[in-house]
């Protein structure tokens, strides 16, 4: 199946979630994940795990709270079996420093609501503008 590659054309929660990161808006991210929603991401530093939408939206939240720039540079949607993937790419500038983060999400949805995601993160890498 080909990638869904323009907003436009993404599913409905997938297009609000990477929205709601974009724009660091935690009751945004909230409105994705159903409220007994399970969230498993693996981090760098290791694994994180979360029940319940405020919960879940609260962590995704603080990755990008100390960002003072925020742009969405790339984001993909696919269907494996019955799991939405989710992929984005943002750069970004936190303390002065410039970086790249790229996660992937593959996420069980229901009635226009995430009720399960696992979270794969490239961590915050620090770039250097040429």
Known sequence: ??????????????????????????????????????????LPPGLRERSGAGEVATLIAAWFG?????????????SVGDRLHVSYRFVGIEEGEPYVVEQHLFCTVRDDQIERADLLCSGFLTTRES
């Open 1 to 42: 199946m080909e990638p869904v590659r323009t907003l436009e054309r993404m599913p409905t929660v997938a297009e609000r979630l990477v929205a709601g990161i974009a724009a660091q808006d935690r009751e945004a991210i909230a409105a994705c994940f159903s409220p007994d929603a399970q969230f498993r991401a693996l």
């Open 66 to 78: 100390d960002s003072t720039e925020l742009n969405l540079d790339d984001r993909h949607v696919w």
